[in-house]
């Protein structure tokens, strides 16, 4: 088997184990875009619901970011649930923290919580306090606290958070 199968299948195993302890996944890193095809022992077991969003309007990569990472993660996880994809652009603001609530709070609302898996792509400009939102005029920050209400307000049991920005290591110690 490539190197590359292997690593991908370790890091989906230790981040499910970690969920299933109910335990803080560590911080991993890997190209996304070189992740193998779901195993087949894995499709059909749960549903998976996608939440991606792309935070920082004036620049279009992030926009880029949150469709490329919720159509690859539909394809290796075998979603059939359509994702949500929100983002802010220079003329459009459908990305802010109430959006992100809102729709985590609808993903879990529509998943059985005892089987499937929430999945959350966050793309921005990081600081030390969190995630910068710009929508339009507006201009806000993703705290870590904020988020853990968020996904705790979903009730998903089972989750997989994606954080691309500078400073994502602020949200591995979310308090609680």
């Known amino acids: 088997m490539p190197m590359r199968s292997q690593v991908g299948r370790l890091t989906i195993a230790l981040l499910a184990w970690c969920g299933t302890l109910g335990a803080m996944a560590p911080a991993l890193a890997f190209d996304i875009s070189a992740a193998p095809a779901v195993p087949a022992e894995r499709q059909g077991l749960s549903e998976t619901h996608i939440v991606s969003f792309g935070l920082f309007g004036p620049e279009s990569v992030f926009e ?22 929100r983002f802010n652009s220079k ?65 998903a049991k089972y989750r997989v958070v994606i954080i ?12 609680r």
């Open 64 to 85: 880029s970011e949150a469709r490329g990472a919720a159509r690859v993660l539909q394809a290796w996880f075998g979603a059939t649930v359509e994702p949500v994809v």
């Open 91 to 155: 003329r459009r603001a459908f990305a802010t923290a109430r959006t992100v609530a809102a729709s985590l709070q609808a993903a879990g609302a529509a998943m059985d919580r005892d089987k499937e898996v929430l999945v959350v792509v966050l793309s921005s400009h990081g600081s030390p306090d969190g995630l910068a939102i710009v929508a339009g005029v507006r201009e806000d920050t993703l705290t870590p606290a904020e988020l853990r209400q968020m996904l705790d307000a979903s009730g």
């Open 164 to 175: 691309s920005a500078c400073y994502s290591g602020v949200f591995v110690p979310a308090p």
